[in-house]
């Protein structure tokens, strides 16, 4: 059994959660602005960049098996304190590797520890939420979010002050030392009542799976994919289709994250007037459309500008107008699928998660590599109505599972960040 704690250690331990969160979320999108550089630097063209991106998702695939032993042994403190340590070395080593197959071998790797960071990160925060006898996750998750808005907007200004190399060492080496201190006031082995006798729950064979989680790990592809594409491709596009400078160019996702932001904290209350998949449902439906508008629009308006800044101009107040629209869309999209996940019959809560992520990596892998290969093909505005049609889709899922769920109570809702996903395996 652990040990009894304080009200102050509890919050302290907390505390420390949330600037974890906030710090991971700092982290990264630390590399965004940055994105069109790093293709250049590599030498290669946007399939082969999909490519990357999208075969490096394996290393998770391995944390996935692996880090419940590790955890099991070494408790998810230590754990969280070495994988950290390697993702902020994978993020500087960035700014010097010229080579695309050993930037793809430094991704791998990368996936890796980030994901048994965050399979740590999950299970000190189940623990803790056990301990303080409720829910908290959606709070972490809101941190997550407010650290990847200011990390857009810190890491577009830095990208037209400092040289890549610099900005990646200086930014990971920050949040790094951050990490360090909060990490002092996580919950140790002992407060966690860490023990390495304890018993696995009893695995469901695959083969079982109901066929209802197969449909919220498409609908949870298909609503987080928009957000992964905004990750991966909006720095490009500002560049590529609007012509932007880095700092500029960070301004559509920075407000994009900042209107998810307002959508997930604002999320409780709605949640008492609407079911969750219904919110998701009408996000996914208008979103997919204002997210469409402010594709096309702003291409066109770029592709006619002839050297006209006032154009250019209105093209990012057109794009910035309706990302927010999309972003408040999407932010019921990711927490209402992995709360849906609850209500599987014939698997516990982790079981579900655990499959769904795994599904869900799966189908990310080859959509990221299919991505960069319409890119190549149609171009990257024609390509974007894959991450639409996606977002789209997303909204006529949560639309079914409304209908066939039960009502959940808000603060019953668990949260979870789509970009910096909450991994769950099963022991």
Same mark, same amino acid.
């Given at each position: ?13 907390? #505390? ?7 710090? *991971? !979320? ?20 946007? #399939?082969? +960049? ?15 098996? #692996? ?21 902020? /070395? ?35 925060? =189940? ?5 303080? !006898? ?22 577009? +200004? ?5 040289? /890549? ?11 790094? =030392? ?5 990490? *002092? ?42 957000? /992964? ?35 997930? $904290? ?15 449902? +009408?996000? !996914? ?9 402010? =594709?096309? +629009?702003?291409?066109? /308006? ?16 057109? *794009? ?14 990711? %927490?209402?699928? $992995? ?33 960069? @290969? ?17 977002? $789209?889709? @997303? !909204?006529?899922?949560?639309?079914? =599972? ?15 960040? %789509? ?9």
């Amino acid at each position: 059994m652990p040990p009894k704690l304080s009200e102050a250690r509890l919050k302290s331990a907390r #505390l420390a959660l949330l600037a974890i969160f906030f710090i *991971q !979320g700092v982290v990264a999108i630390t590399t965004l602005p940055r994105i069109p550089e790093l293709i250049k630097q590599i030498h290669v063209d946007f #399939l082969g +960049w999909g490519a990357i991106i999208g075969f490096s998702g394996v290393g998770s695939f391995v944390a996935f098996a #692996l880090t419940s032993r590790v955890v099991a042994r070494f408790g998810n403190t230590p754990v969280m304190k070495v994988s950290t340590v390697m993702v902020a /070395l994978g993020i500087a080593a960035q700014g010097f590797i010229t080579n695309s197959v050993l930037f793809f071998i430094v991704l791998l790797v990368q996936a890796f520890t980030y994901s048994m960071f965050n399979i740590a990160l999950n299970g000190q925060s =189940v623990k803790l939420e056990k301990r303080l !006898g409720r829910v908290m996750l959606g709070s972490l998750h809101g941190a997550w979010s407010v650290g990847a808005a200011i990390s857009a907007a810190l890491s577009g +200004w830095l990208a037209s002050v400092l040289p /890549l190399w610099i900005h990646l060492i200086i930014v990971p080496a920050v949040c790094l =030392v951050a990490f360090m201190i909060a990490n *002092q006031f996580l919950l140790s082995n002992e407060e966690e009542g860490h023990s390495r006798t304890d018993k696995a729950e009893k695995s469901v064979p695959w083969s079982k799976t109901p066929s209802y989680l197969w449909l919220l790990s498409l609908g949870l592809f298909a609503g987080m994919w928009a957000e /992964l594409v905004m990750m991966d491709w909006s720095a490009v596009f500002s560049d590529n289709v609007l012509g932007l400078d880095a700092t500029r160019g960070a301004i559509p996702y920075t407000v994009f994250t900042l209107a998810m932001i307002a959508g997930r $904290f604002s999320s409780g209350w709605l949640t008492k007037r609407i079911h969750f998949s219904a919110m998701s449902a +009408w996000g !996914g439906l208008v979103g997919s459309f204002a997210m469409a508008i402010g =594709v096309f +629009w702003p291409a066109a /308006l770029a592709s006619s500008a002839s050297g006209n800044p006032a154009l250019i101009d209105a093209a990012l107040l057109v *794009q910035v107008v309706f990302y927010s629209i999309a972003g408040l869309g999407m932010a019921s999209m990711v %927490p209402s699928f $992995f709360s849906a996940a609850g209500d599987v019959r014939g698997l516990s809560t982790a079981q579900a998660l655990s499959r769904m992520n795994f599904a869900t990596a799966v189908l990310v892998m080859i959509a990221k590599t299919f991505m960069g @290969a319409l890119a190549t093909g149609v171009g990257l505005v024609n390509a974007m109505i894959f991450p639409l049609t996606t977002f $789209f889709v @997303a !909204g006529l899922i949560s639309a079914y =599972v409304a209908k066939h769920s039960k009502r959940i109570k808000a603060d019953q809702l668990v949260a979870f960040p %789509p970009t910096g996903p909450i991994s769950v395996v099963e022991k």
